[in-house]
Structures are given as C-alpha cells and as structure tokens.
C-alpha cells in the first residue's frame, strides 16, 4: 500500500519531526516530504497528519 520512502516519512510524522527537518534529514526538498504526505494521506483516505499516523497503526503499518 504504501511505499518504503511513504512509510518512513510517515513514521517520523508520527515521532514528531516537521516537513522541514524530515526533508534535510532524508536529503529531500520541503516539496518532495509534502507529495508524499499528500500520498499517504490520499492512499489512506486521511484528513490530517494525525489521522493518517492513526490510521497507519490501526493497520499495522506503523
């Protein structure tokens, strides 16, 4: 369902970081973090960070 790249991002929304941290931590632009935010939370049917994190531990994706 989600990709490698989609799964890790998403488990470092769920510890806290912001787009900007996650971006210079995986040597990714700001814009590229917010495509695949935007994935994760179309592939997940979430309306927010929060509920894709709780979504994805619901599904044991987290």
Do not use: C, F
Request: hydrophobic residues 50%; glycine residues 4%.
């Amino acid at each position: 369902m989600l990709t490698t790249r989609q799964r890790e991002i998403l488990r470092l929304i769920s510890e806290g970081y912001r787009t900007a941290w996650i971006a210079a931590a995986l040597g990714i632009k700001p814009e590229t973090v917010n495509a695949h935010i935007l994935r994760i939370r179309e592939k997940l049917n979430a309306k927010s960070n929060a509920h894709a994190v709780a979504l994805a531990k619901d599904l044991g994706i987290l």
